[in-house]
């Protein structure tokens, strides 16, 4: 079974408007990260969020994570249309990296 | 620095045929991995591997072997293709060590078996 579920599995904004991702998990991690995947492409490293952080920015990015709560955030703010893709988060524990189920986002211009 | 390379990037077989997706990286990693992809399932870790030698088992083994004879090359075969196991296949690689740092994806192998 998978770690993490993303909410919601589909997003639909315009231009200039922030895009909030969460993602639930369910066993206790080291770390966090988000991923993005262009339409039959391979996935890119966006953010990586440690199990001892709480919050973390990187340019448009801002990832949170409640541990009590096991889940996590990603707000992209000021959003492009090339930011249409799919978010997906991953849960890191020992060796294994396992993904979510993916949030599909796509930015109108 | 090519990365992380996949092929093919398309093929197609009949049930019970036999094939390896290759993935071979250039970036010196210890660890790497093969994941399927599916519609509306995400990514689902099929095997991996921390270093030459060492494979272990992810999510979904079952139907697929792996080798780590080197460094570089983590090739996933299929010994008796089934239907079930049509799908975008990716090669993933990192480095080990404190942190479980960034994965670096392949392009991706899409299967399909008739």
């Known amino acids: 079974s998978q770690q993490g579920e993303e909410d919601p599995q589909a997003l639909s904004i315009q231009e200039g408007e922030n895009a909030t991702m969460n993602c639930s998990y369910k066993?206790?991690?080291?770390?966090l990260q988000w991923y993005r995947q262009n339409s039959g492409r391979g996935l890119v490293h966006l953010i990586l969020?440690?199990?001892?952080?709480r919050e973390k920015h990187s340019g448009r990015l801002r990832v949170t994570l409640d541990t009590s709560k096991k889940s996590s955030s990603l707000l992209i703010t000021a959003s492009r249309a090339a930011d249409t893709a799919s978010y997906f988060c991953?849960?890191?524990?020992?060796?294994?990296?396992?993904f979510g189920t993916g949030t599909r986002l796509q930015v109108f211009p | 620095n090519a990365g992380v390379t996949q092929t093919p990037k398309f093929q197609v077989l009949k049930t019970g045929q036999s094939m390896t997706l290759q993935c071979a990286q250039d970036?010196?990693?210890?660890?790497m991995s093969w994941y399927r992809q599916d519609p509306g399932m995400g990514l689902r870790l099929i095997h991996y591997?921390?270093?030459?030698?060492?494979?272990d088992q992810g999510e979904v083994p079952n139907g697929y072997n792996v080798s780590r004879s080197t460094t570089e090359d983590f090739p996933l075969r299929l010994l008796s293709a089934a239907p079930s196991q049509t799908s975008v296949y990716f090669c993933?690689?990192?480095?080990?060590?404190?942190?479980?740092?960034?994965?670096?994806f392949g392009e991706g192998s899409r299967l399909t078996v008739l």
């Open positions: 993933a690689s990192r480095v080990m060590g404190e942190g479980s740092r960034e994965l670096f």
């Open positions: 066993t206790s991690i080291n770390n």
């Open positions: 969020i440690r199990s001892n952080e």
């Open positions: 991953a849960t890191v524990n020992t060796d294994k990296l396992i």
């Open positions: 970036m010196n990693h210890e660890y």
């Open positions: 591997s921390v270093g030459a030698g060492i494979t």
